[in-house]
T-cell receptor
Protein backbone atom coordinates (compact mmCIF):
# COMPACT_ATOMS: atom_id res chain seq x y z
CA UNK A 1 0.00 0.00 0.00
CA UNK A 2 0.89 3.64 -0.23
CA UNK A 3 1.22 4.12 3.49
CA UNK A 4 1.05 2.37 6.84
CA UNK A 5 -2.53 1.47 7.66
CA UNK A 6 -3.81 0.86 11.18
CA UNK A 7 -7.17 -0.43 12.29
CA UNK A 8 -9.35 0.30 14.05
CA UNK A 9 -8.77 4.06 14.30
CA UNK A 10 -10.63 4.19 17.59
CA UNK A 11 -11.34 1.47 20.12
CA UNK A 12 -13.26 1.71 23.36
CA UNK A 13 -12.79 -1.28 25.64
CA UNK A 14 -14.23 -2.10 29.00
CA UNK A 15 -11.66 -2.79 31.68
CA UNK A 16 -10.70 -6.44 31.55
CA UNK A 17 -11.56 -6.87 27.88
CA UNK A 18 -9.01 -8.16 25.38
CA UNK A 19 -8.22 -6.03 22.30
CA UNK A 20 -6.32 -6.58 19.05
CA UNK A 21 -4.83 -3.76 17.04
CA UNK A 22 -3.78 -4.29 13.44
CA UNK A 23 -0.98 -2.75 11.40
CA UNK A 24 -0.52 -3.08 7.64
CA UNK A 25 2.96 -1.77 6.81
CA UNK A 26 4.13 -0.48 3.47
CA UNK A 27 4.50 -3.43 1.13
CA UNK A 28 8.00 -4.87 1.24
CA UNK A 29 9.09 -3.01 4.36
CA UNK A 30 11.35 -5.21 6.42
CA UNK A 31 11.20 -3.46 9.78
CA UNK A 32 8.07 -2.83 11.82
CA UNK A 33 7.79 -1.00 15.13
CA UNK A 34 5.04 -0.44 17.66
CA UNK A 35 4.98 2.65 19.88
CA UNK A 36 2.65 3.77 22.65
CA UNK A 37 1.81 7.47 22.95
CA UNK A 38 0.09 8.59 26.12
CA UNK A 39 -1.82 11.85 26.08
CA UNK A 40 0.53 14.84 25.96
CA UNK A 41 3.67 12.75 25.70
CA UNK A 42 6.09 11.52 23.08
CA UNK A 43 5.79 8.02 21.65
CA UNK A 44 7.50 5.26 23.61
CA UNK A 45 8.94 2.14 22.03
CA UNK A 46 7.11 -1.12 22.58
CA UNK A 47 8.52 -3.73 20.19
CA UNK A 48 10.37 -4.27 16.91
CA UNK A 49 10.15 -6.86 14.15
CA UNK A 50 12.53 -7.57 11.33
CA UNK A 51 10.46 -9.60 8.88
CA UNK A 52 8.69 -12.15 11.08
CA UNK A 53 11.31 -12.15 13.83
CA UNK A 54 10.57 -10.13 16.96
CA UNK A 55 14.04 -8.81 17.73
CA UNK A 56 13.21 -6.50 20.62
CA UNK A 57 10.24 -6.53 22.96
CA UNK A 58 11.88 -4.69 25.80
CA UNK A 59 9.31 -1.89 25.76
CA UNK A 60 6.23 -4.02 26.32
CA UNK A 61 4.96 -2.82 29.71
CA UNK A 62 3.66 -6.14 30.98
CA UNK A 63 2.96 -9.72 29.99
CA UNK A 64 -0.55 -8.61 29.05
CA UNK A 65 0.95 -7.13 25.88
CA UNK A 66 1.77 -9.43 22.99
CA UNK A 67 2.72 -8.69 19.38
CA UNK A 68 3.12 -10.90 16.36
CA UNK A 69 3.99 -10.68 12.67
CA UNK A 70 3.69 -14.27 11.51
CA UNK A 71 4.27 -13.79 7.77
CA UNK A 72 6.54 -10.78 7.93
CA UNK A 73 3.92 -8.31 6.76
CA UNK A 74 0.78 -7.55 8.81
CA UNK A 75 1.32 -7.22 12.55
CA UNK A 76 -1.11 -7.45 15.45
CA UNK A 77 -0.65 -5.96 18.91
CA UNK A 78 -2.81 -7.72 21.45
CA UNK A 79 -3.57 -6.44 24.93
CA UNK A 80 -5.17 -8.82 27.36
CA UNK A 81 -7.29 -7.81 30.35
CA UNK A 82 -7.06 -4.12 29.49
CA UNK A 83 -6.52 -1.61 32.29
CA UNK A 84 -7.19 2.12 32.36
CA UNK A 85 -3.48 2.86 32.16
CA UNK A 86 -3.44 1.17 28.75
CA UNK A 87 -5.44 4.10 27.32
CA UNK A 88 -3.19 5.68 24.70
CA UNK A 89 -2.60 5.99 20.99
CA UNK A 90 -0.78 3.00 19.58
CA UNK A 91 1.39 3.86 16.60
CA UNK A 92 2.85 1.48 14.08
CA UNK A 93 5.80 2.38 11.87
CA UNK A 94 7.63 0.58 9.11
CA UNK A 95 11.03 1.01 7.50
CA UNK A 96 12.34 -0.31 4.24
CA UNK A 97 15.60 -1.54 5.68
CA UNK A 98 17.19 -2.78 8.86
CA UNK A 99 19.06 0.52 9.14
CA UNK A 100 17.14 3.44 10.58
CA UNK A 101 18.97 5.75 8.23
CA UNK A 102 15.95 5.47 5.99
CA UNK A 103 13.52 7.01 8.49
CA UNK A 104 10.24 5.47 9.43
CA UNK A 105 6.77 5.88 7.99
CA UNK A 106 4.14 6.03 10.69
CA UNK A 107 0.50 5.06 10.55
CA UNK A 108 -2.26 7.31 11.91
CA UNK A 109 -2.52 5.21 15.05
CA UNK A 110 -5.23 3.48 17.02
CA UNK A 111 -6.65 5.46 19.92
CA UNK A 112 -7.53 3.03 22.70
CA UNK A 113 -9.76 4.19 25.53
CA UNK A 114 -10.32 1.80 28.42
CA UNK A 115 -13.39 2.60 30.50
CA UNK B 1 20.78 4.62 27.28
CA UNK B 2 19.89 7.36 24.87
CA UNK B 3 17.64 10.25 25.73
CA UNK B 4 16.17 13.37 24.17
CA UNK B 5 15.19 16.60 25.88
CA UNK B 6 13.00 19.17 24.20
CA UNK B 7 13.06 22.52 25.96
CA UNK B 8 9.62 24.06 26.12
CA UNK B 9 6.47 21.99 25.86
CA UNK B 10 4.66 24.92 24.21
CA UNK B 11 5.92 27.63 21.88
CA UNK B 12 3.86 30.53 20.58
CA UNK B 13 5.03 32.47 17.53
CA UNK B 14 3.51 35.12 15.31
CA UNK B 15 2.88 34.37 11.68
CA UNK B 16 5.98 35.34 9.73
CA UNK B 17 8.29 35.13 12.75
CA UNK B 18 11.18 32.73 13.31
CA UNK B 19 10.35 29.30 14.65
CA UNK B 20 13.02 27.78 16.92
CA UNK B 21 12.47 24.44 18.64
CA UNK B 22 15.23 23.15 20.87
CA UNK B 23 16.41 19.56 21.13
CA UNK B 24 19.32 18.14 23.10
CA UNK B 25 20.26 14.48 23.05
CA UNK B 26 22.51 12.08 24.83
CA UNK B 27 23.98 9.11 23.02
CA UNK B 28 26.93 6.84 23.60
CA UNK B 29 27.47 6.40 19.86
CA UNK B 30 27.29 8.83 16.91
CA UNK B 31 23.59 9.38 16.62
CA UNK B 32 21.02 9.45 13.90
CA UNK B 33 18.61 12.29 14.72
CA UNK B 34 15.13 13.02 13.46
CA UNK B 35 12.43 15.65 13.67
CA UNK B 36 8.82 14.58 13.23
CA UNK B 37 5.63 16.65 13.07
CA UNK B 38 2.25 15.44 14.30
CA UNK B 39 -1.02 17.08 13.34
CA UNK B 40 -4.13 16.39 15.45
CA UNK B 41 -5.38 12.81 15.22
CA UNK B 42 -2.66 11.87 12.78
CA UNK B 43 0.54 9.87 12.85
CA UNK B 44 4.03 11.31 12.76
CA UNK B 45 5.44 12.76 9.55
CA UNK B 46 9.18 12.94 9.01
CA UNK B 47 10.42 16.53 8.63
CA UNK B 48 14.14 15.84 8.35
CA UNK B 49 16.92 13.56 9.53
CA UNK B 50 20.63 13.73 10.33
CA UNK B 51 22.62 10.63 9.44
CA UNK B 52 26.24 11.78 9.77
CA UNK B 53 26.50 13.60 6.46
CA UNK B 54 26.08 17.38 6.31
CA UNK B 55 25.52 18.97 9.72
CA UNK B 56 22.94 21.41 8.35
CA UNK B 57 19.95 19.42 7.24
CA UNK B 58 17.11 20.80 5.16
CA UNK B 59 13.69 19.24 5.37
CA UNK B 60 10.18 19.67 4.11
CA UNK B 61 7.97 22.74 4.56
CA UNK B 62 10.96 25.09 4.87
CA UNK B 63 12.35 23.57 8.08
CA UNK B 64 16.00 22.94 8.75
CA UNK B 65 18.09 21.71 11.65
CA UNK B 66 21.75 21.88 12.56
CA UNK B 67 23.64 19.08 14.27
CA UNK B 68 26.14 20.44 16.81
CA UNK B 69 28.16 17.65 18.36
CA UNK B 70 29.90 19.93 20.88
CA UNK B 71 26.54 21.06 22.22
CA UNK B 72 24.76 17.71 21.72
CA UNK B 73 22.00 19.67 20.07
CA UNK B 74 19.79 19.37 17.01
CA UNK B 75 17.59 22.47 17.06
CA UNK B 76 14.85 22.91 14.46
CA UNK B 77 14.25 26.26 12.77
CA UNK B 78 12.06 27.87 10.16
CA UNK B 79 12.65 31.50 9.14
CA UNK B 80 9.00 32.46 8.74
CA UNK B 81 6.11 30.71 10.48
CA UNK B 82 2.93 29.89 8.61
CA UNK B 83 -0.45 29.15 10.13
CA UNK B 84 -0.17 25.60 8.81
CA UNK B 85 2.90 25.04 11.02
CA UNK B 86 0.67 24.78 14.09
CA UNK B 87 1.26 21.21 15.26
CA UNK B 88 3.30 19.16 17.71
CA UNK B 89 6.95 18.53 16.94
CA UNK B 90 9.04 15.64 18.20
CA UNK B 91 12.79 15.22 18.19
CA UNK B 92 14.06 11.64 18.21
CA UNK B 93 17.35 9.76 18.35
CA UNK B 94 17.91 6.34 16.86
CA UNK B 95 19.56 3.70 19.00
CA UNK B 96 21.66 1.93 16.41
CA UNK B 97 23.23 -0.20 19.09
CA UNK B 98 19.88 -1.61 20.21
CA UNK B 99 17.71 -2.49 17.27
CA UNK B 100 17.33 0.91 15.64
CA UNK B 101 14.44 1.94 17.84
CA UNK B 102 13.64 5.62 18.21
CA UNK B 103 13.69 7.44 21.52
CA UNK B 104 11.49 10.52 21.40
CA UNK B 105 11.47 13.75 23.32
CA UNK B 106 8.34 14.90 25.07
CA UNK B 107 7.29 17.11 22.18
CA UNK B 108 6.79 20.82 21.64
CA UNK B 109 3.38 22.16 20.66
CA UNK B 110 3.59 25.16 18.33
CA UNK B 111 0.87 27.76 18.26
CA UNK B 112 0.95 30.29 15.42
CA UNK B 113 -0.74 33.62 16.05
CA UNK B 114 -2.09 35.65 13.12
Amino acid sequence: GAGVSQSPRYKVAKRGQDVALRCDPISGHVSLFWYQQALGQGPEFLTYFQNEAQLDKSGLPSDRFFAERPEGSVSTLKIQRTQQEDSAVYLCASNSGANSNYGYTFGSGTRLTVV
Amino acid sequence: AQSVTQLGSHVSVSEGALVLLRCNYSSSVPPYLFWYVQYPNQGLQLLLKYTSAATLVKGINGFEAEFKKSETSFHLTKPSAHMSDAAEYFCAVSDRAAGNKLTFGGGTRVLVKP
